[in-house]
């Protein structure tokens, strides 16, 4: 047993010799948020990484630099400002200032040489390289669409809502049921969202021909979009679902647990999931809320209207965090054969599902989940072009992460320079107060102008006059 064990392991370093020859050994640091030395599976995770890339002829030592989770962008910072720069470098902020400084490469031909990272790009991925190369982010955006409980959409016996019509009666019929079955009917909203109408405009913005940040208007100047009348039309619409009950007024003081909890108890039939993940933990919470009933939930159409179809415009002016190779290092080659790897098939297996007989167990070629994949999370990326070996997402997040490919639109927002940021708050400010004015009836839709004035008056004006000069015409 010994015998043949020894032979097996001199024959794998042979093996190994061959692929790798001695001495050929790169290390390269890699600092990145929340990976740490001193956590058992951050490092089994590397290592395995490593043994794959030596099995492929690239031979390296992959060091974790280790940083603190709390206050990272921060130490990061202070740490390469001393002059100690990792190889391949996670931000999560304070990017911009060392591209300044030219610390971080132009990413882009190297994905130019990398099959796989090349395959594994999302839509806005693609975009946001094109304005700003040094970041790479390989995950979904975050793009909230509506969900229902599937045994609702059965008992109202409808279709799900193609258009911005369907949803107002699919509200309608919501609330005028008692799906709930507490006897009363009128007392659920059709639906509701948290803090502001962010989550309707998700679906709604593009639907009502709100393209993008920034739009044309009839001269041909470009005006902000929340001043439009494509803008007012949407508006005029919310406000009349909250008239007649089918939209929750109370969205205005609603946090996130409340709006989940009017979900699960029956107050609200339609809710918006952020992610596919998060769709997942309503489902689960919609569960244990009703238990013995094995409720599934149902993902809602993308809605045409009379302006279009599709998700709300995603900022694609750069990535706001992501990886990082720096231009000093001496192995950028690697650096880039690593990223490659873990963006392969090969490469998401390992760090989309974790390990065997931990996140998920195998028999032959059949795989199951744990439980513990509830707490596993990528180290790198999520390859837009991955598909696991066996799904645990529910039908409803899987659609929802399809719409997020399909239903992309570049949003033509910009990165402001530091000086107008009191106007970018001012004018958020009167722009939400007056939204929920209008949704909330206490201003009629005759006072827009009134609106569109204060913003402008607010800092808007200068805002226009500055993205004049950056879109051109
Ligand atoms: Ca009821």
């Known amino acids: 047993m010994l015998k043949t064990l020894l032979l097996t392991t001199t024959a794998l370093a042979l093996g190994l010799a061959l692929a790798a020859p001695a001495g050929a050994q790169t290390t390269i640091r890699l600092v990145s948020k929340d990976l740490l030395s001193s956590n058992p599976p951050d490092v089994a995770h590397i290592e395995r990484i490593e043994e794959a890339l030596r099995a492929q002829g690239t031979d390296l030592d992959i060091q974790i630099v280790d940083l603190p989770s709390s206050g990272y962008a921060d130490a990061l910072g202070t740490m390469l400002l001393s002059g100690d720069i990792p190889d391949l470098i996670y931000f999560q902020g304070g990017d911009a200032k060392m591209a300044d400084q030219g610390i971080l490469e132009d990413l882009n031909p190297w994905i130019e040489q990398s099959p796989n990272l090349k395959a594994a790009l999302w839509p806005h991925n693609v975009e946001r390289l094109s304005n700003y190369p040094y970041l790479l982010y390989i995950f979904p955006p975050r793009a909230p669409q509506p969900v229902v409980r599937k045994d609702w959409l059965d008992q109202l016996g409808m279709a799900p809502p193609q258009t911005v019509e369907e949803y107002e009666a699919f509200f309608r019929a919501i609330h005028e049921a008692d799906l709930d079955g507490d006897g009363t009917p009128g007392n659920t909203y059709g639906v ?16 009502f021909g709100i393209t993008g940040t920034w739009m044309q208007d009839e001269a041909g100047e470009w005006v902000h979009a929340r001043t439009t009348t494509q803008e007012r039309d949407k508006i005029a619409w919310y406000a009349k679902l909250a008239a007649e009950g089918l939209y929750d007024k109370e969205y205005v003081t609603s946090k996130f647990d409340v709006k989940e909890d009017k979900f ?40 045409s209207g009379p302006g279009g179809q599709g998700l709300q415009a995603v900022d694609v002016s750069k990535e706001a ?9 001496e192995h950028k080659a690697e650096v880039a054969k690593l990223l490659d790897f873990v963006a392969s098939t090969e490469g998401q297996m390992l760090d989309r599902m974790g390990f065997e007989g931990e996140e998920y167990t195998k028999d032959g070629d059949s795989y199951a989940i744990t439980d513990k994949m509830s707490t596993w999370y990528a180290r790198f990326f999520a390859a837009a072009n991955f ?24 949003d033509n927002a910009f990165v402001w320079p530091a000086e107008y940021a009191a106007d970018l708050d001012a004018t958020e400010n009167v722009y939400r107060a007056w939204v929920y004015k209008f949704i909330s009836g206490e201003a009629p839709m005759e006072q827009w102008d009134q609106f569109v004035a204060e913003w402008k008056a607010a800092g808007g004006e200068r805002l226009n006059q500055y993205a004049r000069t950056v879109l051109g015409s």
């Open 387 to 410: 598909t696991p070996p066996v799904e645990w997402k529910s039908e409803a997040a899987q659609q929802s992460l399809e719409n997020v490919q399909t239903w992309f639109k570049p």
């Open 264 to 303: 699960y108890t029956g107050r609200a039939g339609v809710i918006f999931g952020s992610s596919a993940e998060v769709i997942d933990i309503y489902g689960g919470k919609m569960r244990q809320a009703h238990p013995g009933e094995d409720i599934e939930l149902a993902l809602l159409p993308i809605p």
């Open 321 to 329: 965090r992501g990886f990082a190779i720096s231009s000093l290092s």
């Open 192 to 207: 509701t969202t948290a803090e502001n109408t962010n989550e309707l405009d998700s679906i709604f913005n593009q639907a």
